[in-house]
């Protein structure tokens, strides 16, 4: 990395915040909610505004002793809000064993977050507010555990947008075991009432709220209430503490350091103020811990006893670099592969940013659990296709044409690979080693950065597992690298709704599409590119293990989970082989 004098400095000093006060989800740090201390005399003398919870409770980041604990009472009518909020070892809450009391106002949505301190490790606890004589619904949540573990679970999802359908999945993870529920992204979609994924909507009863695309503070706020009103999703926050990462549509679509595909400085102002105006919407929503000093800081580290370390990450905002097109290397229907791979591979691209860089680096080499897990936005492994069938499968103009040409792209590719190399024609041949990266902006886009931290991992012995959202398909590969070398794996979860490749391909097409996406990906073993789920992973000191869950259909809250295309994959702690 070599960089560091053509960038600006870390974020928070680069934004300007206009009209927002930089600091104004400090007071929702420390043990009692917004800071506040307020006695039981101040209750009785002003019991402040009534209000009610209608967007359920919430828990996350929790450590060995603490846990963030959130809730947003719903004012009855503008003013002061005094909320209590109660921690006990039983769901009757007979044995409470922390406690307090604050206010919230309008400053922050009236949303309430309290770090929750002095717990004990390993621990399962019950929460609940109370404004006046209303409680809240009680959600349940745990701790981390320390010293030696024997097994732990984790939920992995990701792209959960509210018109395209109904949150089954979330339905799912709510009715299950998992210690955490990892939410790697696209919690919510930016876009307008007719927007992205909307066909269906208004038959569903979810047109998106407002019906504008999102771009003031207030806006995006009322895009997370509307989220939050849904039973399955307040289902799933009640059940399980949440680990969350942003990825792009938090903000907008495509977002990197500067800028977005989905934003356009000239008719939606400036982009630094709608970064602010989204983070502090999403500090306000989710519960997440607060950094003390840079909000733009959200790669964290959890440690689960000996057995994982949890490493959060952060590829979309602090340091991404713009995504790469091929467009500019393509001319005469064929791409310039060699400039185009120079370009992807420039030592100076930059996916973490130099701190984070050096951050996950250090974390690595000190890690002393069995497993190291990176909890992230987008696929890192390589998935390369022959050229032709990207030149094909142009996702911008895809008609009945652009299909055939793709399927005849695929099936000639797939040939080609089936040959024995000593038999394969030279056109054959020329086919298979045009393969680039369909995914510019995963890790792909970026194959210096991503190569860099590989060989570092495996530098280190590290046993190396990623986990990934963004692309709506499932997916596990082998991790190599740039000698060919396995050096981890990767599990990718699927969408909660929003459509994957079968959105743009057909259903039909999706689905003959997965096993010569195997064949043509040398390191990809596994893929769905049809079906809306979850990803359960399991982590023992052997093997880590991933189970993918589909539901049959997001379009009705009647569903059945479809036992015929689930799936598992395990890799031993031993080979990191996946089989
Ligand atoms: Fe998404």
Not at 146 to 151: F, Q, S
Not at 299 to 308: A, C, E, I, N, T
Not at 337 to 353: E, K, T, V
Not at 502 to 510: N, Q, V
Request: hydrophobic share 40%; net charge negative; charged share 20%.
């Amino acid at each position: 990395m070599s960089d560091q004098d053509s960038k600006p400095p870390l974020i928070e000093r680069r934004r300007v915040i206009k009209g927002l006060a930089a600091g104004s989800l400090l007071p929702l740090l420390g043990g009692n909610l917004l800071g506040c201390s307020d006695s039981d005399d101040t209750f009785i003398d002003d019991p402040g505004v009534a209000a009610s919870f209608q967007h359920g409770v919430a828990s996350g980041d929790a450590l060995d002793n603490s846990v963030i604990i959130w809730t947003r009472a719903t004012p009855a009518q503008p003013g002061l809000v005094r909320i209590r909020w109660e921690v006990a070892t039983d769901e009757s809450f007979e044995d409470v064993v922390a406690s307090g009391d604050g206010t919230t106002t309008d400053e922050v949505d009236y949303t309430a977050k309290v770090d929750v301190t002095g717990l004990a490790a390993g621990t399962a606890y019950f929460y609940r507010f109370i404004v006046q004589d209303v409680s809240s619904p009680v959600g349940r949540t745990r701790t981390l555990p320390t010293g030696a573990v024997a097994a732990t679970s984790f939920a992995v999802i990701s792209c959960s947008n509210y018109p395209a359908g109904f949150f089954n999945v979330y339905r799912e993870i709510a009715n299950s075991d998992v210690d955490a529920v990892l939410h790697l992204g696209d919690y919510i979609y930016e876009y307008a009432v007719d927007g992205y994924a909307s066909d269906r909507a208004e038959e569903f009863g979810r047109l998106s709220q407002p019906e504008t695309e999102i771009l003031s503070l207030s806006d995006y706020r009322t895009r997370y209430a509307q989220y939050r009103t849904d039973p399955d999703l307040q289902a799933c926050h009640g059940a399980h503490p949440f680990y969350v990462v942003w990825d792009d549509h938090e903000i907008t679509n495509d977002t990197w350091r500067e800028g977005a595909e989905n934003h356009q400085p000239d008719t939606e102002g400036d982009f630094d103020e709608r970064v602010a105006v989204a983070l502090q919407a999403w500090y306000e929503w989710l519960p997440i811990r607060p950094p003390s000093t840079n909000r733009e800081v959200i790669y964290r580290q959890f440690q689960f006893g000996d057995l994982v370390d949890l490493l959060m990450l952060d590829t979309r905002l602090i340091g991404r670099d713009q995504q790469l097109s091929y467009a500019p290397f393509t001319s005469g229907g064929m791409i310039d592969l060699d400039a185009a791979r120079a370009a992807i591979n420039d030592s100076n691209r930059q996916l973490l940013g130099e701190e984070q860089n050096a951050w996950l680096k250090d974390r690595l080499t000190n890690s002393s659990t069995t497993w190291q897990v990176l909890g992230q936005q987008v696929l890192v492994g390589r998935y390369n296709l022959p050229a032709q069938i990207l030149l094909a499968l142009d996702p911008s103009n895809l008609g009945d044409d652009a299909l055939a040409a793709g399927v005849a792209a695929v099936l000639a590719s797939v040939a080609a690979k089936n040959t024995p190399e000593d038999q394969r024609t030279p056109e054959q041949q020329a086919l298979l080693d045009s393969a680039i990266p369909y995914n510019l902006d995963a890790w792909d886009g970026y194959g210096f950065n991503r190569d860099d931290i590989l060989t570092h991992a495996a530098s280190v012995d590290a046993r190396l597992v990623t986990l990934a959202g963004d692309t709506h398909n499932a997916w596990a590969s082998q991790l190599r690298d740039t000698q060919g070398n396995v050096v981890g794996v990767e599990f990718a979860a699927p969408s909660v709704t929003s459509p994957g490749l079968e959105g743009a391909l057909g259903a039909d097409a999706a689905a003959l599409f997965e096993a010569p996406l195997v064949t043509l990906i040398d390191d990809l073993i596994y893929t769905n590119i049809s079906d809306r789920g979850w990803m359960r992973v399991t982590f023992t000191s052997d093997a880590t293990t991933a189970d993918w869950h589909y539901v049959s259909n997001i379009d009705s809250t009647t569903y059945t989970l479809m036992e015929n295309r689930a799936n598992s994959m395990t890799v031993s702690a031993d080979d990191l082989l996946l089989g």
